[in-house]
């Protein structure tokens, strides 16, 4: 039976996703900072044995996740299927591959999740990084839109902005002598005791001088001093190799299903 939750249901999702802590992250954060409406829904099954399977839906990302198996999770597809709003599955492999060739149109993405615990092999040199702040926005879209390649609009520019005043991400960036930002490195989802790499990226002419890598090294060694742990996942085996040269260490395998 699946179960629509409400707020009062929060605490017990919680508990549940708190089995697995790591892979959960994402959905953890979302389940703490956002009350249940629209943007946040959650959804259990429950057969006359106990809650079996969890379901967060976050702003058209379904993140499934149980305890026993990714067929149990086959059981939310309904509630998935009705949604025409939905966006992706995500979550950990195991818990998402039983969806792939349900959907028309999937394009699916496989990564590896990783953690980072010790700051003893990162890189820091003296490169002057600089944090982002609400005045460099403009400066932080420019430099996104380049390294994805298109053009990123205003609603882009205010999710950056919504994202930095609510202190659920912070910016590190590289600038060369003209003040255009060459290198950049992000965080999402942080909370009081984690946070989640995402964004990072170097300017065409600047790549393979090392900005990258103390870059981030510097922004993860700021968030290891404040107590936190810090995760990340990739699929490019040469950006997974300036991961794991800095200290990150693989803990599993993420899957995400997009239309």
Partial sequence: MI????????????????????????????VKRFDLG???RIYGLDRGQGLEGLLVKFSGNYMPYSHLDDHT??????????????LMISGKKAH????????????????????????????????TIKKAGLE??????????DLEGMGLDGSFKDFVIRRLEAKMSRIYYVENDQGDMIAISQTTGENESSAIIMGVGTQLGYRGMGLQKQCLSQMCSDLLDEGKKV????????A???????????IGKWMEIAW
């Fill in 231 to 238: 995760y990340l996942q990739y699929s490019n085996p040469l």
């Fill in 73 to 86: 999770l086959r059981a939310f597809l309904p509630v998935i299927q009705a949604d025409d709003s939905r």
């Fill in 38 to 40: 629209d943007q946040l």
């Fill in 136 to 145: 460099d926005v403009d400066r932080v879209v420019h430099i996104l839109s």
């Fill in 96 to 127: 998402v591959q039983g969806f792939k060739g349900l959907f028309d149109h999937e394009v699916i993405q496989e990564s590896t999740y990783c953690e980072l615990d010790s700051r003893a092999d990162l890189l820091l040199g003296d490169l």
């Fill in 3 to 30: 179960i629509e939750f409400k707020q009062a249901d929060k605490a017990l999702a919680l508990d549940y996703l708190m089995i697995d802590p790591k892979m959960n992250l994402f959905a953890i954060n979302m």
């Fill in 240 to 250: 997974g190799k300036i991961y794991h040269k800095i200290g990150f260490k693989a």
